[in-house]
């Protein structure tokens, strides 16, 4: 098993925000994660990256059979678990092209023998990044929301990991951006088979990734779990609160 | 030379030996000697430190003036690049008598006991002129080193941009590691006349054991630029610095920018002050600085709007990475006319640690993250820059990235 979610509780500035969530991911699966808004998502994708502010009260994540509870954000993400980011912070002075090398683990500025100078190049067309235009850009400065996701998901693919948390890959893109994103995922999964867990609002995405499990979240808790076949026609009919009213009276 | 001419300059200076700057802690400087020992060589160390501030001795990059404490030890004319003259100034003040109403004509030999002191013990110095309108596209470079303990360097540099030329000088200014207790109290006066634009870079690069009091006057005329470009980033005992750019000419520009890396113990009280005397003039000044270790920066800044039609603006952004380090600003904006435009902005302030999150999630570890954003932070695209010289600078940025500077404990 590649991710083992134990009874998870989550507390920021004293209070709450997840109150035992259980999942796990088998290595190649894509999982969706999908609910209301404040019900927990991105405190759960920022909790398993790591972030100090997210304090795990009780319960524990597995990742590759090894307790990362207590791991840095960096030490996860050199095991192999890699988040994009549902807003990244726009970075002066730092060049997108250096921000690829030093996610693959290169020093842009001392290259070790071996390391290809060519690789943000490489990854930058892989998201429909121009890399005569991007390169040199500074990571996030002025980006559309449809380049910053395609940013994320360079660095992330630079970062060859075992495990993607995507928080809202798809939110504040236009159609044309997210066609380039969901081609791009669905690309990068066929070749490197790499597990993917997706966080979002809209289906468009997962029409490109096909998930084999969904979780809805409510309230801090996984309300409900099921295909993405069964799940997705019913959200999109009743909405999230009335599908787990009726789901809960059953 | 015949030293009559600069008899003035003498007894004015000997009126000021003992007037205290209005900056910085007084310095004494007494103990340092100023006489030349002479022997000193273009040893390898000495190779490496010129390389370390941007100029290489072995000459492929254009005209160079080398100076090793009181001994000008190389000075590779500008016979090889057209339209410049470089020599040491009291040759030039020999060659050319009309040089001599450039001395001390940006600022006053009296103006405190360090100009007094440079005037009364002065050691040379280097002259650089460009030929009216010509476009200089090699940097002349300049490198003035102590190698040796104990010594006073003060030297006079006059630099002139004649009308309708274009010249870029990158100067370093560096101690051996091995010279103990080292005061360095450089005048320089930039001219640039009409039409004309200078680029002046200055990497410096001192002991953490150097006493620096540079002086420096700018003068622009009409339609001259003056663009300054200033990088320190290693620690250095206590320097304190305020040039001063008297925009005299219709539509004259003064451009400041400075990027330091305070460490250690350093005393860092840099400014820049612009006048914008003539009508359209306009000036900035940017400074950026990261503190860490126990070190005090100051960065003042002031500009004085006399004219209509001028524009003046003053910038200070600092990251503070240790709390035993402290960053001041005190910008001063006078305005003398109704119809000038005058604005500053200070922003200071901790690493942002979302930033520093967004890049250990990448998998870079939390010391390497922090010098890559003290990087992108001081990281310019300085203007007017050739860019092999902004990839130097970058280099010496990159230093901070890869060494453990940052990590330095608190």
């Known amino acids: 098993m590649l991710l083992s979610v134990q009874d998870l509780h989550v507390r920021v500035e004293g209070k709450e925000l997840l109150k035992g969530i259980n999942l796990s991911m088998e290595y190649g699966e894509i999982v969706a994660i999908m609910g209301h808004n404040a019900s927990g998502k991105t405190t759960l994708a920022l909790t398993l990256a790591g972030f100090p502010q997210y304090q795990v009260s009780e319960g524990k994540i597995l990742f590759e059979g090894e307790d990362v509870t207590s791991k840095s954000i960096d030490e996860r993400a050199r095991m192999g678990m890699a988040l994009a980011f549902q807003s990244p912070p726009a970075i002066r002075g730092i060049k997108l092209g250096h921000m690829i090398s030093l996610s693959a683990g290169m020093n842009p500025w001392q290259p070790k023998p071996g390391d290809d100078p060519d690789l943000p190049k490489k990854i930058l067309s892989k998201v429909n990044l121009e890399p005569e235009k991007y390169l040199d850009r500074e990571v996030n400065v002025g980006f559309s929301g449809g380049e910053r996701k395609r940013s994320e998901l360079a660095q992330i693919f630079a970062m060859r990991p075992k495990l993607m948390i995507l928080d809202e890959p798809d939110s504040g893109v236009d159609i044309d951006s997210l066609k380039v994103l969901g081609n791009s995922l669905q690309e990068y999964f066929r070749t490197e088979k790499c597990s993917m867990m997706i966080i979002t609002h809209h289906r468009h995405i997962l029409q490109y990734l096909k998930p084999s499990r969904m979780h809805i979240l409510s309230g801090g808790k996984i309300a409900l779990t099921g295909s993405y076949e069964e799940l997705m026609p019913k959200i999109e009919e009743l909405g999230y609160e009335r599908l787990i009213k009726e789901a809960a009276n059953e | ?410």
């Open chain 2, 1 to 410: 030379m015949s030293d009559e001419w600069r008899k003035k300059y003498r007894l004015e200076a000997l009126q000021a030996v003992t007037k205290r700057s209005a900056y910085g802690n007084d310095i004494d400087l007494s103990d340092f000697v100023t006489i030349p020992k002479g022997g000193a060589d273009l040893d390898e160390d000495v190779k490496r430190r010129s390389l370390e501030v941007g100029v290489d001795l072995e000459g492929k990059k254009g005209g160079t003036y080398f100076q090793v404490d009181h001994s000008v030890l190389l000075s590779q004319l500008a016979s090889r690049i057209k339209g410049v003259e470089m020599m040491p100034t009291d040759e030039a003040l020999n060659k050319y008598e009309w040089l001599r109403g450039y001395y001390w004509k940006a600022l006053s030999v009296s103006q405190d006991k360090y100009t007094a002191i440079a005037e009364l013990r002065q050691t040379k110095g280097y002259f650089i002129r460009s030929a009216p309108n010509e476009k200089v596209d090699q940097p002349i470079q300049a490198c003035l080193y102590i190698g040796t303990g104990g010594v006073l360097q003060a030297p006079h540099n006059i630099i002139i941009a004649e009308e309708g030329s274009e010249l870029n000088v990158i100067t370093g200014c560096t101690a051996d590691s091995r010279a103990k207790t080292v005061a360095h109290v450089g005048v320089s006066e930039f001219y640039v006349k009409k039409n004309a634009t200078l680029v002046f870079t200055m990497i410096h690069s001192w002991s953490d054991d150097a006493y620096v009091r540079p002086r420096t006057g700018v003068i622009v005329e009409e339609g001259g630029t003056f663009i300054s470009n200033y990088v320190m980033i290693k620690p250095v005992k206590d320097i304190q610095s305020y040039p001063t750019a008297h925009l005299v000419g219709n539509g004259a520009k003064a451009k400041f920018n400075s990027i330091i890396y305070a460490s250690k113990d350093s005393i860092i009280d840099l400014g820049n002050r612009i006048y914008l005397m003539a009508e359209g003039t306009s000036g900035e000044s940017i400074f950026k600085v990261v503190s860490t270790g126990t070190s005090k920066v100051y960065n003042r800044g002031q500009i004085i709007g006399q004219n209509r039609n001028t524009k003046g603006h003053l910038e200070c952004r600092g990251m503070i990475l240790c709390p035993t380090s402290s960053i001041t600003a005190i910008p001063e904006l006078v305005a003398e006319h109704s119809d000038t435009e005058l604005s500053h902005e200070a922003a200071i302030g901790r690493l942002q640690e979302e930033q520093l999150h967004y890049l250990m999630a990448r998998g870079i570890q939390p010391e390497q993250a922090i010098g890559v954003l003290v990087k992108g932070f001081l990281d310019p695209g300085l203007p007017g820059l050739p860019t092999r010289l902004q990839e130097e600078i970058r280099s010496k940025l990159a230093l901070l990235e890869r060494k453990s500077s940052p990590q330095e404990p608190c």
